[in-house]
């Protein structure tokens, strides 16, 4: 079965981390929290992480805008119904 859409339960350490890699490699991916507060905070953390590759030069401001496209967040599990593979 082919993966078009991937989600990720936790934006804490790992889940943010593996978010970000799965939006990176071009897969739609919904991230999910237990609250709106940890959401945002685990959000924020990965726009930090992906300001600092842009200022290393590792990564394009139009890659982050497109990977940002691509990754979703939500307080709600359910959220995750469409997705192929939860992780
Ligand atoms: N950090 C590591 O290096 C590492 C390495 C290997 C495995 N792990 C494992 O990965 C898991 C996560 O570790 P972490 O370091 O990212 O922890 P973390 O505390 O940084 O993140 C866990 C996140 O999951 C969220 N969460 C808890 N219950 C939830 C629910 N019902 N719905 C949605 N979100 C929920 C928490 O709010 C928190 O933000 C743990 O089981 C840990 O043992 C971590």
């Known amino acids: 079965m082919a993966i078009k ?19 990176q490699a071009g897969y739609p991916t919904t991230v999910v929290e237990a609250s709106q507060e940890l959401l945002d905070r685990g959000l ?8 600092g590759l842009v200022e290393k030069g590792r990564l394009e ?3 982050r ?3 940002l496209g691509r990754l979703r967040g939500s307080a709600t599990l359910e959220d ?3 997705a192929d593979l939860v992780i």
């Open 65 to 67: 805008e497109a990977l």
């Open 80 to 82: 995750l119904r469409e």
């Open 61 to 63: 401001a139009g890659q």
């Open 44 to 51: 924020a953390a990965i726009r930090r992480n992906l300001d």
């Open 5 to 23: 859409q991937v989600g990720v339960v936790g934006c804490g350490l790992m889940g943010g981390g593996i978010a970000q890699v799965t939006a």
